[in-house]
Each structure stands twice: as structure tokens, then as C-alpha cells.
């Protein structure tokens, strides 16, 4: 099945401890991406991939950290993790070609920094 | 101005009644357009992409307005089912490449 798998599902953890969100698509998908959900503010996007190697800011990126050395996966670290990171987390992945053709979505994520 | 715009809701629609909702955009460099439909607190999905000319997959109607740079979502006979946020999605390309998502529309079907 064509998927994305992000893991864990439920995160508590304590402000400072470094943590690591995995995210893996079976799709052979070039494209890679991080969000963040909160109420009332919508997805954000965290980070990008266009490609293996390939990692660029999106429009939140302060306190994570990525990478991708492999096509299928494409991990969030936090390294110092504080409270105004909690929040729901999706990993995306889709094809690039002459346009975009729309995300799959992971599961998602639900981070909680106390 | 938002880049992408939607109306948050919620909009309270009896069951069987025919539901519209648009979404503006404000960059005509954008070039691709979707819906997606995200139940509480779980992951989008894709419910379909909006072509120039329209397009309908079975109760649903997606239509792309470029001129009044809207693009709009009808579902007709609506289904307890279809009680969701319905995001508008909108692929900018012009200095960079850009996804940008709408807040969302939320939609109530009452029995």
C-alpha cells in the first residue's frame, strides 16, 4: 500500500530533551515536506526536500532540524525542544514533474513539551 | 492580504441539502489547485484537483474561476459523512515554487 509512515503517533516529552519525529514514503517520491497544525493558524510549513541532499527552510523552520540521505525518508529533529512546539506535526510527500500533484500525507504526529 | 483565503466556517448544512464554498487566492503566478478534506485531527487527504474547465467526481463539483482568481467546491446531497474541514490548496510558482494551504472551511451536516 502507497503510504506514508510517520512515527511516533503521540509525543510527551520535557522541554530541552532532543527528540526525533520519523517520517518514510514508500512512493519513490522526490518531494518531501514537514507542517505543523495549530488552531487557528492553519499548516505551516516547517521544511522541505526536493530531493536526496536537497533541504530548504519553509516558512517556520526555527528549532527543527532535517535531513534526507535517503529518497524514502526524511526525519524531524528537535534538538532542544520547548512548550511552543507542541503541536500536531504531518510529514508529506508527493511527485514533482512539470507541476505538482498534490501531497500524501502521513498520519500525524501529536507533540506535546511540557 | 492572505496568499489564500477561505471562509473558516462553520457552515450548519441539513443532510440532502447542496452545499458551496470558495477559496481566493491572490497570486496569479498560481498554477495548481486542490481540495483536500481533513477530519478532526487526523491527516489531510486529497478530494480532488480543480481543472480550468471543471471537473466532478460523483456529488462533488470543483470549478477554477482564473479571472476572479477563485476556485470553488459543491457538494450536492450532502452526507452525515461529509462533515469535515475542506482545505484549499494552491501550488504557486513564480520566484520560488510554493504550496501554500488555505485555514479551511468547516462543514456540519445535521441529520
Known amino acids: 500500500e502507497a503510504q506514508v509512515t510517520q512515527n511516533p503517533r503521540y509525543l510527551i516529552t520535557v522541554t530541552g530533551k532532543k527528540l526525533t519525529v520519523t517520517c518514510s514514503q514508500n512512493?519513490?517520491?522526490?518531494?518531501m515536506s514537514w507542517y505543523r497544525q495549530d488552531p487557528g493558524l492553519g499548516l505551516r510549513q516547517i521544511y522541505y526536500?526536493?530531493?536526496?541532499?536537497?533541504?530548504d527552510k519553509g516558512d517556520v523552520p526555527e528549532g527543527y532540524k532535517v535531513s534526507r540521505k535517503e529518497k524514502r525518508n526524511f526525519p524531524l529533529i528537535l534538538e532542544s525542544p520547548s512548550p511552543n512546539q507542541t503541536s500536531l506535526y504531518f510529514c508529506?510527500?508527493?511527485?514533482?514533474?512539470?507541476?505538482?500533484?498534490?501531497?500524501?500525507f502521513g498520519s500525524g504526529t501529536r507533540l506535546t513539551v511540557v | 492580504r492572505k496568499e489564500v483565503e477561505q471562509d473558516p466556517g462553520p457552515f450548519n448544512v441539513p443532510e440532502g441539502a447542496t452545499v458551496a464554498f470558495n477559496c481566493t487566492y491572490s497570486n496569479s503566478a498560481s498554477q495548481s489547485f486542490f481540495w483536500y478534506r481533513q477530519d478532526c485531527r487526523k491527516e489531510p487527504k486529497l478530494l480532488m484537483s480543480v481543472y480550468s474547465s471543471g471537473n466532478e467526481d460523483g456529488r462533488f463539483t470543483a470549478q477554477l474561476n482564473r479571472a476572479s482568481q477563485y476556485i470553488s467546491l459543491l457538494i450536492r446531497d450532502s452526507k452525515l459523512s461529509d462533515s469535515a474541514t475542506y482545505l484549499c490548496?494552491?501550488?504557486?510558482?513564480?520566484?520560488?515554487?510554493?504550496?501554500?494551504f488555505g485555514k479551511g472551511t468547516r462543514l456540519h451536516i445535521l441529520p
Open positions: 490548496v494552491v501550488n504557486r510558482k513564480d520566484r520560488d515554487d510554493k504550496i501554500i
Open positions: 508529506a510527500s508527493s511527485l514533482v514533474g512539470s507541476g505538482w500533484y498534490g501531497y500524501t
Open positions: 526536500s526536493m530531493n536526496v541532499e536537497v533541504t
Open positions: 512512493m519513490n517520491h522526490e518531494y
